[in-house]
């Protein structure tokens, strides 16, 4: 990293990163939450929690959904103290954060002293001292060091503030290179985390509502993974991929709770013609991959007793295909 005027924020646009820009594009221009909405407003409120409980569940915070909404609600809830105050600044802090501006420092300090407030000595204030990230023992990278911070967050957020690049890219880019920084001394992930949601929604509000973290904690291990590839590799677009994925995944299942019966419909009319595997309902959906709403539309299908397997007695099999029930070619 260098001064501003020559600033690079190396990555390759791979074909992967095309076309998944261009799926999440699509899909994006799909989904829209209809302001007033009663159904579409308690799905708001639902996907940000999950957005909370996700980002500091990475962090080793051990607070489930139901004991963040009731710190939401005022409640008391019995857990360490510091998880406690970790979820009340997450809270104020998306709660906030629709006033930052990603390319502001000051704002950048305000939001990780509202994610900090209680937790370190001196919230919102860049590091002093050397830092590494560590995998159990094992130092897997080593920041640079504290002096050469302040020059390296000016870089980067006057490379944000000039960037042509897409926002789905250049959101991953920068949660990388600030990983890679790390200019704090301790909130660095959950900050990433919340910078990437912040500048998405400059792109596109809807992002403020979306749980990318709640995909990213099911994930965590490739989170990292990913990480430590692109710093490996000088080259963030394994990381840039990695994030990509989960934002169409968090975008898939958002979809499938604003448009409740969409999936469960196409799954029924796809069976119509006959068995098919989970793959090939997959591709039939148009689908990257079996994700969670996937794998909720399926369990609730089978529950209803709408669809069964072909191999009742060896559910995991290989072979394994799907069918309508008598009730489900009623239906």
Same mark, same amino acid.
């Given at each position: 990293?260098?001064?501003?005027?020559?600033?690079?924020?190396?990555?390759?646009?791979?074909?992967?990163?095309?076309?998944?820009?261009?799926?999440?594009?699509?899909?994006?221009?799909? /989904? *829209?939450?209809?302001?007033?909405? !009663?159904?579409?407003?308690?799905? @708001?409120? +639902?996907?940000?929690? %999950?957005? $909370? #409980?996700?980002?500091?569940?990475?962090?080793?915070?051990? /607070? *489930?959904?139901?004991?963040?909404? !009731?710190?939401?609600?005022?409640? @008391?809830? +019995?857990?360490?103290? %510091?998880? $406690? #105050?970790?979820?009340?600044?997450?809270?104020?802090?998306?709660?906030?954060?629709?006033?930052?501006?990603?390319?502001?420092?000051?704002?950048?300090?305000?939001?990780?002293?509202?994610?900090?407030?209680?937790?370190?000595?001196?919230?919102?204030?860049?590091?002093?001292?050397?830092?590494?990230?560590?995998?159990?023992?094992?130092?897997?990278?080593?920041?640079?060091?504290?002096?050469?911070?302040?020059?390296?967050?000016?870089?980067?957020?006057?490379?944000?503030?000039?960037?042509?690049?897409?926002?789905?890219?250049?959101?991953?880019?920068?949660?990388?290179?600030?990983?890679?920084?790390?200019?704090?001394?301790?909130?660095?992930?959950?900050?990433?985390?919340?910078?990437?949601?912040?500048?998405?929604?400059?792109?596109?509000?809807?992002?403020?509502?979306?749980?990318?973290?709640?995909?990213?904690?099911?994930?965590?291990?490739?989170?990292?993974?990913?990480?430590?590839?692109?710093?490996?590799?000088?080259?963030?677009?394994?990381?840039?991929?990695?994030?990509?994925?989960?934002?169409?995944?968090?975008?898939?299942?958002?979809?499938?709770?604003?448009?409740?019966?969409?999936?469960?419909?196409?799954?029924?009319?796809?069976?119509?013609?006959?068995?098919?595997?989970?793959?090939?309902?997959?591709?039939?959906?148009?689908?990257?991959?079996?994700?969670?709403?996937?794998?909720?539309?399926?369990?609730?299908?089978?529950?209803?007793?709408?669809?069964?397997?072909?191999?009742?007695?060896?559910?995991?099999?290989?072979?394994?295909?799907?069918?309508?029930?008598?009730?489900?070619?009623?239906?």
């Amino acid at each position: 990293m260098t001064n501003q005027k020559t600033y690079q924020t190396p990555y390759t646009i791979t074909s992967t990163i095309l076309n998944l820009v261009a799926e999440v594009s699509e899909l994006i221009g799909r /989904l *829209s939450v209809q302001e007033g909405n !009663a159904n579409a407003l308690r799905l @708001r409120r +639902i996907n940000r929690i %999950r957005t $909370i #409980q996700g980002s500091l569940a990475i962090e080793g915070n051990t /607070l *489930s959904e139901e004991q963040i909404t !009731a710190i939401l609600e005022g409640k @008391r809830v +019995i857990a360490p103290p %510091r998880e $406690i #105050q970790e979820a009340r600044n997450a809270i104020k802090a998306y709660d906030l954060f629709s006033h930052w501006q990603p390319s502001a420092e000051q704002d950048l300090l305000t939001a990780h002293s509202t994610l900090m407030t209680g937790l370190l000595d001196a919230p919102g204030h860049y590091r002093n001292a050397g830092v590494g990230v560590m995998a159990g023992e094992q130092v897997i990278h080593m920041a640079p060091p504290a002096n050469r911070v302040p020059l390296l967050m000016q870089d980067l957020l006057q490379w944000l503030k000039i960037t042509h690049d897409h926002p789905l890219i250049a959101s991953s880019v920068f949660h990388y290179e600030f990983e890679f920084i790390h200019p704090f001394t301790d909130g660095n992930g959950r900050m990433g985390r919340l910078l990437q949601t912040l500048i998405l929604s400059r792109w596109h509000p809807i992002f403020a509502y979306i749980p990318v973290e709640s995909l990213v904690h099911a994930h965590h291990q490739d989170y990292y993974t990913a990480l430590n590839n692109s710093t490996q590799q000088g080259d963030s677009s394994p990381f840039i991929e990695f994030m990509l994925e989960m934002i169409l995944d968090a975008i898939l299942e958002a979809q499938s709770k604003a448009l409740p019966g969409a999936q469960s419909d196409k799954v029924l009319n796809a069976l119509v013609l006959g068995p098919l595997s989970a793959n090939e309902l997959v591709s039939h959906l148009n689908l990257r991959n079996k994700t969670g709403a996937f794998k909720r539309t399926m369990k609730e299908l089978i529950d209803q007793d709408l669809i069964e397997y072909t191999l009742p007695d060896k559910p995991n099999s290989r072979l394994q295909k799907y069918r309508l029930t008598d009730k489900g070619r009623k239906q």
